[in-house]
C-alpha cells in the first residue's frame, strides 16, 4: 500500500506527536509499504526546522516532504503544503491525519474528499475533556470553519488506548475508532547501563531510593500533586528522593516553589532534558516511576519505564491505567495527594513487591508494545479503510 501521514511538524521540540508520527510510519515501511510524510517545517512559533523544503528527504525508509510554514503559524499553514497534497493524495491508498484544529487538517480532508481517498485520524489527545474544554471558543469557531468536517469525513479515528477513545467518543460524531498503540524499541532497554552511574553525577542522592518523574513540565503533569504527595512520602520514608527530569515547559520554576514550600528543596534534583545513554542511566539507577498527569493520551514515559522493569504510580488520566492496572504493573490512583502518596509509600515500603510489578510491567512491554506488532497493527488498519 502507499500510505501518507500529514502532520504540522515533526520538530522534536514538540515531543509526543511528532515521534510518534514518525515512528507509526516507520513501521509500516518496514512491512513493506510505501510510506511518505507531508510536515511543515515549523519549530515552534518562532524557528524553523534546518531542512530542505524543496526536495524530499529519505528517513529510514520513509520519505518526507517539508513545506515552508506561513502566517498564520499557531494554525501551520502552509500553502505549497495544500497544493502538493491536491496532487499527492489521488496516488495514496490511505491517508494518516494527525493531530486537530490545524489548517493540515482543512487541506487534507478536501483532497481526500476530492479523490475519494479514506483517511484514518489520530487526534493525539486533544478529545480528551481536559484538554477539549481548554480554549473553547478559539475551538468552537475552528470546529464551524473546517474541523468538525474533517471529524465526520474520516474514515475511521486512530486511539492509542481504549481509554482514549472512550474519553473520546461524546466529540467524533459516531466515526468508528480502532486501537493501536504506541511503541518501543524494547532493544534500547535491553541491556541497561550499570546502576550507580547517574548517581555518581548527584552525589546529593548517595544510596536514597529514586522516585522519578519523567517527562516534560507542563501544565497537564499534575506536578503541583506530586509535590504534596512527596512532602507526605517523606514523613513516612525519610530517605527518599524525587528527581525530576525533562525539558522545561512553563512549570519549573513553578514546580520549584512547590518544593520550597513543602520543605524539601535539599530532597528534589532538576535534570532538566535526559536523552540517550543519560536516559537510560537515570531509568536504571531509579526505584519508582511516577506520572499523576490531569491528562496524558498515551504515557509512551511509562512504557519506557516498564521496558527497564521500573514498577510505575501513575494517576487514572494516564490514559494507559487499564493496561498497567490489568497487568498488576503499579498502583493507580486518582491525580490527588493523598491517594498518590499512599502509592509511593506502598512501593517504597515493599522492595520485594515493587520489583515483582516491574517485572510484570516489563512483561507487558514485550506483550503489547513492540513495533513490529504495531506495524502489522497498523497494516489492518489501513486494509480496513482502504
Request: glycine letters at 8%.
Amino acid at each position: 500500500m502507499k500510505i501518507l501521514h500529514v502532520i504540522a511538524t515533526l520538530a522534536p521540540r514538540d515531543g509526543g506527536p511528532s515521534k510518534a508520527c514518525f515512528e507509526m510510519a516507520r513501521a509500516v515501511a518496514r512491512r513493506g509499504h510505501e510510506v511518505t510524510i507531508f510536515a511543515t517545517n515549523m519549530n515552534g512559533l518562532d524557528d524553523v526546522l534546518d531542512v530542505p523544503v524543496d526536495r524530499p528527504v529519505e528517513r529510514d525508509g520513509v520519505t518526507i516532504r517539508y513545506f515552508p510554514i506561513e502566517f498564520p503559524r499557531f494554525l501551520g499553514n502552509s500553502r505549497p503544503m495544500a497544493r502538493a497534497l491536491e496532487g499527492t493524495v489521488p496516488q495514496m491508498d490511505a491517508v494518516h491525519l494527525h493531530s486537530l484544529y490545524m489548517l493540515h487538517c482543512k487541506f487534507t480532508e478536501r483532497a481526500c474528499r476530492r479523490s475519494g481517498v479514506p483517511y484514518l485520524m489520530r487526534p493525539h489527545g486533544t478529545l480528551d475533556p481536559f484538554l477539549y474544554r481548554r480554549h473553547r471558543y478559539r475551538k468552537l469557531a475552528l470546529e464551524t470553519w473546517f474541523q468538525n468536517r474533517v471529524t465526520r469525513g474520516a474514515a475511521k479515528m486512530h486511539f492509542t488506548t481504549e481509554e482514549e477513545g472512550i474519553l473520546a467518543a461524546p466529540y467524533v460524531f459516531g466515526v468508528p475508532g480502532v486501537v493501536v498503540p504506541h511503541g518501543l524499541d524494547t532493544d534500547e532497554y535491553d541491556n541497561l547501563p550499570a546502576r550507580g552511574r547517574f548517581r555518581a553525577r548527584h552525589p546529593e542522592i548517595g544510596d536514597r531510593p529514586i522516585v522519578l518523574f519523567f517527562g516534560r513540565l507542563n501544565f497537564k503533569k499534575g506536578l503541583d500533586v506530586l509535590t504534596r504527595a512527596f512532602a507526605d512520602v517523606l514523613r513516612a520514608v525519610p530517605d527518599a528522593h524525587l528527581v525530576i527530569a525533562g525539558p522545561d515547559r512553563g512549570m519549573q520554576e513553578k514546580t520549584q516553589g512547590w518544593i520550597d514550600e513543602f520543605g524539601f528543596t535539599d530532597r528534589a534534583t532538576f535534570t532538566g532534558m535526559v536523552t540517550g545513554d543519560d536516559k537510560l542511566e537515570v531509568l536504571a539507577d531509579s526505584d519508582l516511576f511516577v506520572l499523576p498527569s490531569y491528562s496524558e493520551n498515551f504515557g509512551i514515559a511509562v512504557v519506557e519505564a516498564m521496558a527497564c522493569g521500573l514498577p510505575v504510580a501513575i494517576s487514572d488520566k494516564v490514559n494507559l491505567w487499564h493496561e498497567v492496572a490489568n497487568a498488576d504493573a503499579g498502583w493507580v490512583t486518582p491525580a490527588e495527594a493523598g491517594p498518590f502518596a499512599d502509592a509511593v509509600i506502598a512501593a517504597l515500603s515493599d522492595v520485594d513487591g515493587a520489583r515483582a510489578k516491574g517485572a510484570r510491567g516489563r512483561a507487558l512491554v514485550g506483550e503489547r508494545f513492540q513495533w513490529p506488532q504495531i506495524g502489522h497493527a497498523l497494516e489492518d488498519a489501513y486494509a480496513s479503510i482502504v
